[in-house]
Nanobody
Framework: QVQLVESGGGLVQPGGSLRLSCAASGSIFSPYVMAWYRQAPGKQRELVASNINGGRTNYADSVKGRFTISRDNAKNTVYLQMNSLKPEDTAAYYC?????????WGRGTQVTVSS
């Protein structure tokens, strides 16, 4: 069973930065996909950024140029550097990993952007 543990959420002012981390454990296989999703109150969960097999990355249009996903394969950890944060970035952020064709989710970490 794969466990995903997120950290790094919190309250930040508009224009500020946060860095989220997600560490995967419990499998001898490295995740093929590691990604971040977010869900704001009353909205559907949406993909923020993904990293496929430590290489190709993909971003939602709303975060391009502001967020950067990176991955440390040795640690099975994925990061999300979030800069120039806006109030509309406020949401619960969830880590997702795909390991041997199965999907796993973290419990989420809250990001609130407010003055």
């Amino acid at each position: 069973q794969v466990q995903l543990v997120e950290s790094g959420g919190g309250l930040v002012q508009p224009g500020g930065s946060l860095r989220l981390s997600c560490a995967a454990s419990g499998s001898i296989f490295s995740p093929y996909v590691m990604a971040w999703y977010r869900q704001a109150p009353g909205k559907q969960r949406e993909l923020v950024a993904s990293n496929i097999n430590g290489g190709r990355t993909n971003y939602a249009d709303s975060v391009k140029g502001r967020f950067t996903i990176s991955r440390d394969n040795a640690k099975n950890t994925v990061y999300l550097q979030m800069n120039s944060l806006k109030p509309e970035d406020t949401a619960a952020y969830y880590c997702h990993a795909q390991v041997v064709g199965r999907d796993y989710w973290g419990r989420g970490t809250q990001v609130t952007v407010s003055s």
